[in-house]
């Protein structure tokens, strides 16, 4: 199976399971929905009943923003003009590749998510490399299950991105950087040795990202127990097929082109009715963000089948909810 085959292929996966997109959505929104409560009642506070309560129901007020962010603290801190539209997206990239400090506030949202995400996504691997509904028994069971597994590969996988961001990016971005650059006068050569090093980084980033999504598709679609031994073997599987960086290459391309539609449809601070727009607008790119994560898994797990176990095959056994203890009761008395 080539690339481009596994990419339609994880298309037609994540097409046939709607309640998967859905309830990823919903999880966002109930790891978001306590924040956004929070700041709206930081801002509530703050507005009080001044006149800018009256100026802000009809649209942005850029003076009133930098009135309340000189008084915030906390959770307050985070609320800055560049979380509107496409500037989320630039800033988090920008945080991303400078290894930018993540607001303390909210670390313990994006832990929680990390954590519920671990633990659904056994449940969703294992639905796509079924390819039929396993129903709620089943795809919870599959959850549970490779939890455990998945929560160890965690700690694993957390280790290297440690190592990456707390010895690789400071030798390339505060030793190498400084020394090469060093003698410089053009700011122009100085830009493009800082964009080699930002895709040298992003490089290594995304050859771990793909090995741990291999390694978590051997856990599900092989069962293994130990998180080691499905790192080696992920490895193994990006070392023997390269083709998966292209596979990468073509979701990344994706959400590359996501990206760039929302960017040119998204409002910078609207006011009135362009308010409401700008929301839909908002909702519709985090779904299809959504859309294009699940892409990445449903993907690679039709790319591993074909190449490595057969399209229908996964090794845990299909999960079937008990009978009831009177059935079962009478069934014994039958046997």
Not at 98 to 106: E, H, V
Not at 140 to 156: N, P
Not at 203 to 213: A, K, R, S, T, W
Not at 265 to 280: K, R
Request: aromatic share 14%; glycine share 8%.
């Amino acid at each position: 199976m080539t690339a481009w085959a596994a990419w339609r292929d994880g298309i037609r996966r994540v097409n046939s399971a709607p309640v998967v997109l859905i309830g990823m959505c919903l999880l966002t929104l109930l790891v978001a929905l306590p924040l956004s409560v929070a700041l709206r009642g930081l801002m509530a506070i703050q507005l009080g009943d001044s006149m800018f309560a009256d100026t802000l129901a009809d649209g942005a007020s850029y003076d009133w923003w930098q009135e309340f962010l000189s008084q915030a603290t906390g959770l307050g801190t985070t609320f800055v003009p560049s979380i509107i539209g496409f500037g989320a997206v630039l800033t988090n990239l920008s945080a991303l590749l400078d290894n930018l400090p993540m607001a303390t506030t909210i670390v313990g949202a994006t832990s929680a998510w990390l954590v519920l995400w671990s633990f659904l996504s056994g449940g969703v691997l294992d639905r796509y490399a079924r390819m039929r509904p396993t129903r709620s028994a089943g795809f919870f069971a599959a959850c549970g299950t490779h939890f455990w597994r998945f929560l160890r590969l965690g700690i694993l996988s957390g280790l290297v991105y440690w190592v990456l961001f707390t010895l690789v990016h400071p030798w390339i971005f505060e030793d190498f950087y400084p020394w090469v650059t060093r003698d410089t006068t053009a700011e122009r050569t100085a830009f493009a040795v800082r964009m080699v090093g930002y895709i040298a980084f992003g490089g290594m980033l995304i050859l771990c990202n793909i090995v741990f999504d291999y390694a978590r598709i051997r856990i599900v679609v092989e069962d293994r127990r130990t998180a080691v031994g499905a790192f080696l073997a992920g490895a193994r599987f990006v070392r023997r097929h390269p083709a998966v960086l292209r596979l990468y290459l073509i979701n990344g391309a994706g959400f590359l082109l996501l990206a760039l539609l929302y960017a040119l449809l998204s409002p910078g601070a609207p006011s009135g009715f362009a308010i409401w727009i700008a929301l839909a607008i908002g909702q519709f790119y985090i779904v299809m963000r959504h859309y294009v994560k699940l892409l990445f898994y449903a993907s690679q797990v039709a790319y591993f089948q074909a190449h490595l176990a057969h399209a229908a095959y996964t090794a845990a056994p299909a999960v079937v909810w008990p009978d009831s203890p009177a059935a079962e009761a009478i069934s014994n008395l039958h046997t």
